[in-house]
């Protein structure tokens, strides 16, 4: 009887191995393909990232020239608001109406940077 057992046992061993060993080939062939298939995709991986690797470049100059022109941007508007400000300062001191006299500067501020451009 126990030799029955370790026979069976034996049989059933030998069974999930050939199942294992059968799984693990499949899987070898899967990967063969797959690394086959990554090979030949490579000369057009290589030019997509060349792609996208100038689209980033270019897009980072753009953003360079953007901040720069944002900066000199930053640099007249506070030159701007400073003079309105102390126009706005001057009017409430000499108890002028300025609401009057900062609408007419606005408009004549507005006039000098367009005629400057």
């Known amino acids: 009887m126990l030799q029955l057992f370790f026979t069976i046992s034996f049989i059933a061993e030998i069974i999930v191995c050939v199942w294992i060993v059968s799984k693990l080939q499949k899987f070898d062939k899967q990967v063969l393909e797959m690394n086959k298939q990554i090979v030949e ?3 057009e991986l290589k030019q997509a990232l060349a792609k996208t690797k100038t689209t980033v470049n270019k897009t980072m100059t753009a953003f360079r020239s953007l901040v720069s022109v944002i900066g000199n941007t930053k640099g007249e508007c ?3 608001f400073s003079k309105n400000f102390l126009s706005a300062l001057g009017c ?3 108890k002028i109406p ?3 006299v900062l609408n007419i ?3 004549i501020f507005v006039l000098k940077k367009l005629l400057k451009a």
Request: proline share 7%.
């Open 105 to 107: 500067l606005d408009v």
């Open 92 to 94: 409430l001191i000499l």
């Open 98 to 100: 300025f609401k009057q």
């Open 78 to 80: 506070k030159k701007l």
């Open 41 to 43: 995709f490579q000369p």
